[in-house]
Every structure is written in structure tokens, then in C-alpha cells.
């Protein structure tokens, strides 16, 4: 949803990197860049003018005409202005002291809240709580059916005791679903109300009434996010009507560019609560303004991928394969290699936890073209392998392979590939295990990860075994590398002057001195 937003900042920012020092007339170009992105994803104006305003007058501040590097100060000002706007701190739910706790959904007419509550009870199922879907829709043709086909998919309770349809009390039902819910044990029910289309008055009144009845201890807005300014108008006029404490977003994943969502909070004064961010129950989490910020401005959101992880990933598991890895690559077979895989898999789409990734924003286009029935295709090749060739993959000769090809409806080449892979993943891993860190196997070597560095480091080996050809300057390199080798030997490898010594005895080495001018 943020992708053009996203874009636009980094270009931004790009034209900031390797300046020294950043000028006024530099702060207003940024500023008005940052304008012209912020509007171009249907922002609020108002939420744009105090953005901006707040953005320069820390920009011209002593903030950033005082830091060594003024561009990675400007990043880090509109980072923290982008987390104010979205909210601040993370909003937690209200837990009643005494259960149940009562969660009403309002909002637009197809905002998404029938399916949103299957999403919001299971993720509370998750939390360890035992929800009750209520459904007090009884306006909108089979919304009741809906509610009771979503709750048996999210594994939840459900009470629907009118059939809907424009038949039934929903003032009734929400009232009769608090008593069943006590009688049933049930600490959380979360009420389904009747959507309006527009600022629909009888309809706004019957939230109302439904409010009064059951006395909610949260009111969540659900807003779908690709509507844009209007969703900022609808929030007000609801707020007005009847109230809301919190808003959920709805359809994060679509392709609009995201002004609600940078609106709504800000103008409301209700922070997001939730966002759903797919069609399947588990595309939903809290909504962290942080971590948002963070991924719109391309810097990745590595604690929502460990939470992920943390979730589908057992410890006892995680344990067993790291102790398996550290006593040899051997014991690593394709057996775990599929296990591994398909633990992966769980965690949802490849492409959105790849996103998930800092510096990942520059491939975007590699990651939407990603095919993600590519694991499948791994998974089938390898269940095509009998148990000896997947314990011990080097016995796989021609002839296997091309069996294992006619049996997982792939080519011979797709099969040694595969193979191929398998063993760098293998040697990676083993390293990674013993403590090494390896390139990644099939890419070329990046910063901070070996591979590609390994050449320049054999290089700068190289230029440093050369002598001087001038022989009083050999002897002065040869006496300062003794000096650096007994230092190093008594347990101090920079020369430093020890706890004993007077500083002012203290000498730089030669080659250290011409940087001192």
C-alpha cells in the first residue's frame, strides 16, 4: 500500500546522502518534497501542514546543523514524526476486571468487519483468551450465516440466536449474548453490528443502542483503508455520533496509496488499534506505528518477522536443529531441509516476510514477480526421493535423478539444481552454527555478510606483506610491528598505554602519526 509513499522518500532522502552539511534551502526542497509525497498519498492536508511544519523547524534546529552526518538526522526527524502521526506508542486492548469483555465492531457497509471479527477472535484465541462472536447484523441478507461460517474457520464460538435478513432485535441479541457468555465461560465477545452506507442516521442510532445495552469496554472503528479521505470524514462523523476508542484497518494490502491509514489518527485522535493485511485469518496483527514507520521508509520491520518466527517456529525444535547443524554439515539432511521449509511457509507469503527485510524496498519488483508455488515445487522434487537419497544426497547419479524428475513433473536440471542448492544451504548453515558467517549461497557477496569481501580483504593481505624499499624505513616498520606483536602478546593488540603507565610517555606508532597532522 506505501510502495509509491516509500519510493518517493527514499529519492527524497537519496539527494541528502554525502552532503556535509545541510543548507536552509536544502531543509525547503526536502520539506517540499516530502509535501508533495505525503499528498500524493491522499494524506489529510491538515495532517500534511503540521508535518511539515514540525519536520522544518527541528530540520533548521541545532538537531541537525550539529550532527556528523545531517542526512541520516533528517531521516531519523521524519521517522519519529511519522510514528507521532500514525499514533505514537502501540494501543493495547482494555481487558475488563471482571469477564466477559465486551469488543463492539462498527463501520461502513463492506468494510470487512464480519470477516474481521473471525480475524480478531482467533488472534485472541492465540492470546490464550476464549472469544464468543456475537452476531447482531441482522440487516444485511445472509450476514448472520456469514458470521457462523467465519467463526467455525477461525475456531471460535459463536451465538446467533435471530436469523437475520431484516428479522430480530439486535439491541436483544447483544444483551442475551453477555448471560450466555458468562454461562459458557467465555472472557471476550466480540458484537458484529449492522454496517451503514454513509452517514446513515437509524442505523448510526442502532450502534448507539447497542452501545447503551451492553456498556462496551472497547468500541473499535473499522475503516477500509483503500478509501481514502473519505474514511478520515466517515471516522469523524461516527466519533461525533456515536464514539469509538480505537480503529482497525481493514485491506492494508491493497494497492491505494494510504492516506487513511496516515490520516486517521491524527485527525480523530483515536489511535489504530489492528490491521488486517490480507484474505486469510491470520493476515492480522497489532499495529505497531513504529514498525509502520519503519517499513514506509524502507528500513525493513525485523520484530514483527521474529514475532512471526517466534509464533510457527518451536524452541525445542530450533534447539534440536542448531545442535544437529554444530556436529557437522552431514547430519543437516533433506529431510529437515523440507521440514525448514515448509516451518517457513507457515509464516504466510514468502514475498511479504522478504518485505519484511531492511534494505528490501530496492528489489521490490524481484519480490511481487516472486513465485511463491516455487516451494511447492521444492517440496514436491524432494518427497519424489526415496529415504536413502534424501539422508544422503550425493548417492543422486543421473539415472536417479531423472526418475526423481519424472516423478515430481519437473526437468533433470530442475532436480540438480536443487541438489546443488541444498549443499550450500547445508555449508552455510553448519557455519552459521559454529559461528562463521558465510555469503549466501547463489548471491554475490554483500557488505557485511563474506562472499564478495573475501578478495579485497586476500588484497589489503597482500599490500600489506610489501617492504619498503627504503632500508632505515624497513627498519622502522620492522621494529613498530615488534613492538605491536609484544603488545599484542601481552594481551593489549592496540599499543595502548597501560593502567601503570604515565600517557605522557606514551607514543603513537609511525604509521599512525601522519593522521595527526
Not at 121 to 139: E, M, S
Not at 286 to 294: C, E, N, V
Not at 454 to 472: L, T
Amino acid at each position: 500500500m506505501f510502495d509509491t509513499l516509500s519510493d518517493r522518500l527514499a529519492s527524497t532522502f537519496k539527494n541528502l546522502r554525502g552532503k556535509g552539511r545541510l543548507s536552509e534551502a536544502d531543509i525547503d526542497a526536502t520539506a517540499r518534497e516530502i509535501r508533495i509525497a505525503l499528498l500524493e498519498a491522499d494524506v489529510a492536508l491538515p495532517v500534511v501542514r503540521a508535518f511539515i511544519k514540525q519536520i522544518k523547524e527541528r530540520a533548521l534546529g541545532s538537531e541537525v546543523s550539529q550532527a556528523l552526518n545531517p542526512a541520516q538526522q533528517v531521516i531519523k526527524i521524519v521517522n519519529e514524526e511519522l510514528i507521532g502521526i500514525l499514533g505514537g506508542e502501540t494501543r493495547r486492548l482494555r481487558f475488563a476486571k471482571q469477564p466477559p469483555t465486551v469488543i463492539m465492531l462498527a463501520g461502513l457497509q463492506g468494510a470487512g468487519k464480519t470477516t474481521l471479527a473471525g480475524k480478531l477472535g482467533r488472534w485472541l484465541k492465540r492470546q490464550g483468551h476464549a472469544p464468543l462472536l456475537v452476531a447482531c447484523d441482522l440487516q444485511r441478507p445472509n450476514a448472520v450465516n456469514q458470521l457462523q461460517v467465519v467463526s467455525e474457520r477461525a475456531g471460535v464460538a459463536f451465538y446467533g440466536p435471530e436469523p437475520g435478513n431484516g428479522v430480530g432485535d439486535p439491541v436483544q441479541v447483544a444483551k442475551d449474548s453477555i448471560e450466555y457468555a458468562r454461562t459458557k465461560q467465555h472472557d471476550v465477545v466480540i458484537v458484529d453490528t449492522a454496517g451503514r452506507l454513509g452517514i446513515d442516521a437509524e442505523m448510526m442510532q442502532q450502534a448507539a443502542d447497542i452501545r447503551d445495552a451492553v456498556g462496551p469496554d472497547e468500541v473499535l472503528f473499522v475503516v477500509d483503508a483503500m478509501i481514502g479521505q473519505d474514511a478520515v470524514n466517515t471516522a469523524e462523523a461516527f466519533r461525533d455520533g456515536v464514539g469509538f476508542d480505537g480503529v482497525v484497518l481493514s485491506k492494508l494490502d491493497g494497492d491505494a496509496r494510504g492516506g487513511a491509514a496516515l490520516s486517521i489518527a491524527h485527525v480523530t485522535g483515536k489511535q489504530i488499534m489492528f490491521a488486517s493485511n490480507g484474505e486469510k485469518l491470520d493476515d492480522f496483527d497489532a499495529f505497531h506505528p513504529d514498525r509502520m514507520a519503519s517499513r514506509i521508509l524502507g528500513m525493513g520491520d525485523m520484530l514483527s518477522l521474529i514475532e512471526k518466527a517466534e509464533q510457527t517456529f518451536s524452541q525445542q525444535e530450533a534447539e534440536k536443529m542448531a545442535a544437529k547443524l554444530a556436529k557437522g554439515p552431514k547430519e543437516f539432511t533433506l529431510d529437515d531441509f523440507l521440514a525448514q521449509m515448509e516451518q517457513v511457509r507457515k509464516m504466510g507469503s514468502i514475498s511479504k516476510l522478504l518485505g519484511m527485510l531492511p534494505g528490501m524496498g530496492q528489489m521490490k519488483d524481484q519480490i511481487n514477480n516472486l513465485d511463491e508455488r516455487e516451494v511447492d515445487r521444492t517440496a514436491a522434487v524432494i518427497k519424489s526421493m526415496t529415504p536413502a537419497e534424501r539422508q544422503d544426497p550425493t548417492i543422486i547419479n543421473g539415472s536417479r535423478r531423472a526418475r526423481i524428475a519424472r516423478g515430481s513433473g519437473v526437468d533433470v536440471s530442475t532436480v540438480k539444481n536443487l541438489v546443488e542448492r541444498f549443499f550450500d544451504a547445508r555449508k552455510m548453515m553448519s557455519k552459521m552454527a559454529q559461528g562463521g558467517m558465510p555469503g549466501m549461497p547463489g548471491m554475490p557477496g554483500m557488505p557485511g555478510m563474506g562472499g564478495g569481501a573475501r578478495k579485497k580483504k586476500q588484497v589489503k593481505q597482500a599490500k600489506g606483506k610489501r617492504k619498503s624499499g627504503n632500508p632505515m624505513k624497513r627498519k622502522a616498520d620492522e621494529q613498530a610491528a615488534a613492538a605491536r606483536r609484544e603488545a599484542a602478546q601481552a594481551g593489549n593488540p592496540l599499543g595502548l598505554p597501560q593502567a601503570d603507565q604515565d600517557p605522557k610517555n606514551f607514543e603513537l606508532p609511525e604509521e599512525f602519526k601522519k593522521f595527526m597532522g
